[in-house]
């Protein structure tokens, strides 16, 4: 019997690497891997052929490109990466084009990777926290949920996957622990007490397998997944657990955490502040017993820590 055949998009990145490795690794399932890439040249690229996808070269920028690479198959997960250029707009134009192809193609199943629209709760220039580029709260975040309609209006069997942070920006993100002014180690988040859903960016791609997998009854659906939701507190004592040294949580105002002055700051402060502010709400929408019915392997933040612990020993 044939398979059936997604095409992943970011295939050497967090997200689609993960589905990737997942398709990969249980062939019985039925299905195969058509990795995207721009660079099918690159040791990521190469690892993913090697172990049995099919790498193919697309630019999310190229709608002929995008709708030659959808052709023939079965499904497809669709994701764009605003840290890479910084523009909600780009990543709108982006998503609607694969959207568009993935219409054309007549695909019986596509997963778009999205997040909430926070204009919907928090209302742009109310005050609540900066308007970023005119028309934002968090563009990494309301740029995506806006480009959901692209996805819905065309009619696609779509599922909607609401991701949560990644535990992984401790190593990648430049959000480890560090030595403060008083030579301790500490993670620092404009959180307060509230709980922050996070997730192993590898989780994350075997839980769109798990979709996948699930098929026809989870298309139309909008799904939200997390490994844990942790207090910034709950996060310092396992950093202090797991490494052998004392971790504390530096909980600061968003003002402060707007101000650091990195790239990206001020999207990621009223990031973290939306979290807060609608911690209920934000929660509820990734529920852990869901999420581990769509991969039973699910780590747990300690277990993750675990896992990447030599990451963590040069501090």
């Known amino acids: 019997?044939?398979?059936?055949?997604?095409?992943?998009?970011?295939?050497?990145?967090?997200?689609?690497?993960?589905?990737?490795?997942?398709?990969?690794?249980?062939?019985?399932?039925?299905?195969?891997?058509?990795?995207?890439?721009?660079?099918?040249?690159?040791?990521?690229?190469?690892?993913?052929?090697?172990?049995?996808?099919?790498?193919?070269?697309?630019?999310?920028?190229?709608?002929?490109?995008?709708?030659?690479?959808?052709?023939?198959?079965?499904?497809?997960?669709?994701?764009?990466?605003?840290?890479?250029?910084?523009?909600?707009?780009?990543?709108?134009?982006?998503?609607?084009?694969?959207?568009?192809?993935?219409?054309?193609?007549?695909?019986?199943?596509?997963?778009?990777?999205?997040?909430?629209?926070?204009?919907?709760?928090?209302?742009?220039?109310?005050?609540?926290?900066?308007?970023l580029m005119g028309?934002?709260?968090?563009?990494?975040?309301?740029?995506?949920?806006?480009?959901?309609?692209?996805?819905?209006?065309?009619?696609?069997?779509?599922?909607?996957?609401?991701?949560?942070?990644?535990?992984?920006?401790?190593?990648?993100?430049g959000m480890a622990p560090t030595t403060g002014p008083d030579g301790n180690l500490a993670i620092t988040f404009p959180m307060g007490d509230a709980k922050l859903p996070g997730i192993a960016a590898e989780d994350i791609g075997r839980c769109a397998f798990g979709i996948f997998k699930a098929g026809?009854?989870?298309?139309?659906?909008?799904?939200?997944?997390?490994?844990?939701?942790l207090t910034g507190t709950e996060m310092a004592a396992a950093f202090s657990q797991v490494i052998g040294k004392p971790v504390a949580y530096n909980a600061v105002p968003p003002d402060v955490y707007r101000s650091f002055g990195f790239p990206g700051a001020d999207d990621l402060g009223n990031m973290f502040q939306f979290k807060r502010d609608c911690e209920t709400e934000f929660c509820a929408a990734r529920s852990i017993e869901n999420t581990r019915k769509l991969n039973p392997a699910l780590k747990s933040f300690r277990q993750w820590l675990e896992a990447n612990r030599d990451a963590f020993l040069k501090n």
């Open 1 to 131: 019997m044939d398979k059936k055949l997604i095409v992943v998009f970011g295939a050497t990145g967090a997200q689609g690497g993960g589905l990737a490795r997942a398709i990969l690794a249980e062939p019985a399932a039925g299905f195969a891997v058509r990795a995207v890439t721009r660079k099918p040249d690159s040791d990521a690229a190469k690892a993913l052929a090697a172990a049995g996808a099919e790498v193919v070269a697309a630019d999310l920028d190229d709608s002929a490109s995008v709708a030659r690479v959808m052709n023939g198959a079965y499904g497809a997960f669709c994701i764009t990466n605003f840290w890479e250029h910084f523009s909600p707009e780009k990543e709108l134009a982006q998503a609607e084009i694969m959207a568009t192809a993935a219409a054309d193609a007549g695909l019986k199943h596509v997963i778009w990777s999205t997040l909430e629209d926070t204009r919907k709760a928090i209302p742009v220039g109310s005050g609540q926290m900066p308007v």
């Open 135 to 173: 028309k934002y709260n968090v563009p990494h975040f309301d740029a995506k949920g806006e480009a959901n309609h692209f996805f819905l209006n065309r009619g696609l069997p779509v599922t909607l996957l609401n991701t949560s942070f990644y535990w992984d920006n401790f190593i990648h993100f």
């Open 216 to 229: 026809a009854p989870a298309t139309g659906q909008t799904i939200g997944i997390a490994g844990e939701h």
